[in-house]
């Protein structure tokens, strides 16, 4: 299990990203999305989301996503390399290796 040990961030509010921040939480998976896409695709980020951190194996969590049209794969290596700052995990990363869906 990864341990979320301290605020951290990834991705930009350009068109087609995603800024993702996550944070300590309090016992469980708190998620906010404010996305310009929410009424077409809140459904399937929501699911993306939760999926990642399933597979990270990420359980006490503070996520939130201002979404600017991201694909999910942006999605998901936003919410990845986040997450790992905020674990200060800087080596062996296994990128599309260990979270693959």
Request: glycine residues 6%.
């Amino acid at each position: 299990m990864i341990e979320i040990k301290k605020p951290a961030m990834a991705g930009t509010l350009e068109s087609s990203d995603c800024q993702v921040t996550v944070e300590e939480g309090e016992g469980t998976i708190e998620f906010s999305l404010d996305s310009t896409v929410i009424n077409q695709y809140g459904n399937q980020i929501r699911k993306v989301a939760y999926d990642t951190l399933k597979n990270l194996d990420v359980k006490n969590v503070k996520l939130a996503i201002v979404d600017k049209g991201a694909l999910d794969c942006t999605i998901r290596a936003r919410i990845e390399a986040a997450v790992y700052r905020s674990a200060e995990q800087t080596e062996n990363l296994p990128w599309g290796g260990a979270i693959r869906s």
